[in-house]
């Protein structure tokens, strides 16, 4: 658009590089605006979600009896933006300009935008805008992983938490981690404490505690633990990657197994194994597989140790198929159940 000039900060906003280039950041030049005056002088658009666009004016007003011109707005925080109007701005009258944040990902940010003029002398005035980032849930380790353990082990993951709160909220978050998937782990959560105060945050620590029930076997699981905390008008989620396996005296190599897309009326066929506890392979008593799509054929292999499954999936249709092999095996209280899914094509 003529007469108006756009002065764009590029760059991905990841909070650490934010943090870092703010640190070594060259300060704003000193104030000297005997002839302008900037309308509000500073606004706070207080908590933002990670990313979140907001879109805010500010008017340069010319209290001189001379005409000036904004010739350059300079930031402190490559978060924002700003189009300004540069044609001459008559005595007592104003220029509007348009600023565009996009919030950082963490922390608090208080950015000033340098309004330099020209006319009858040179002026540098100020506006500031200030906001503060939903907090992140931190947590350390970053994945619970219990990895592979046998029916009846003990099993539990402790993982500390920290949130750095903010000073825009009054009062501590409420966390009220949840796992994703409906899966038999207890979770409970220590009492929070703050540990560290800061002039912009402070430091709320905790421990969460994961027991996984080993009563019975439990295919492999990739899940997550999910802390949603209550904040006032929005939620920001953290995902904290959950994994592990319970094992009785059988397992199968992988906890599903899929055929994809298999063409109708022609068979497709993947192998699985089945693995034992002991030196010899599994013993197996029985082995079903429903519907009749999926069909199913078994060897011994004694050298891996274990029972190869030769799965057979013929679909009669187009669209999804599902189905499961149920194996019996001595010395596992119940049968393992394989699902089976395929896409008829």
Request: hydrophobic share 40%; with cysteine; charged share 25%.
């Amino acid at each position: 658009m003529r007469g108006t000039r756009t002065l764009r900060f590029a760059g991905a906003l990841v909070a650490s590089v934010l943090v870092a280039a703010s640190s070594a950041q060259t300060p704003p030049p000193p104030v000297y605006s005997p002839d302008v005056k900037i309308e509000p002088d500073s606004m706070n658009l207080h908590m933002l979600e990670p990313n979140e666009v907001k879109n805010v004016e500010f008017k340069v007003r010319n209290v001189s009896d001379k005409p000036i011109k904004i010739d350059s707005v300079l930031t402190t925080c490559r978060c924002v933006s700003v189009d300004y109007d540069t044609r001459a701005i008559p005595p007592g009258e104003a220029a509007v300009a348009r600023v565009k944040v996009t919030a950082a990902t963490a922390e608090a940010r208080k950015t000033i935008a340098s309004v330099r003029t020209s006319g009858f002398r040179r002026n540098t005035a100020q506006f500031i805008i200030e906001y503060t980032v939903i907090p992140e849930v931190f947590t350390q380790p970053r994945k619970a992983d219990f990895g592979r353990v046998k029916v009846g082990d003990k099993a539990e993951v402790a993982l500390k938490v920290v949130v750095h709160v903010p000073k825009e909220l009054a009062e501590d978050p409420v966390l009220e981690p949840y796992v994703a998937q409906d899966l038999p782990i207890k979770v409970t959560l220590d009492p929070p404490v703050v540990t560290k105060i800061r002039d912009d945050t402070r430091d709320l620590v905790t421990t969460l505690h994961l027991v996984l029930d080993t009563s019975k076997p439990l295919a492999a699981f990739d899940s997550n633990v999910v802390f949603k905390p209550k904040l006032p008008r929005t939620y920001r989620q953290t995902l904290v990657r959950l994994l592990g396996e319970v094992r009785g005296a059988a397992w199968f190599e992988h906890p599903q197994l899929a055929f994809g897309p298999a063409p109708v009326g022609a068979p497709t066929v993947l192998s699985i194994r089945l693995y034992g506890e002991g030196p010899d392979p599994p013993k197996l008593e029985e082995a079903v597989v429903t519907p009749a799509v999926f069909t199913e054929e078994h060897e011994v292999d004694a050298a891996t140790r274990s029972i190869r499954f030769d799965l057979t999936c013929t679909p009669a249709e187009t669209g999804p198929v599902t189905g499961e092999l149920v194996v019996k095996v001595a010395g596992c209280p119940a049968p393992l159940k394989l699902p089976l899914s395929a896409r008829g094509k």
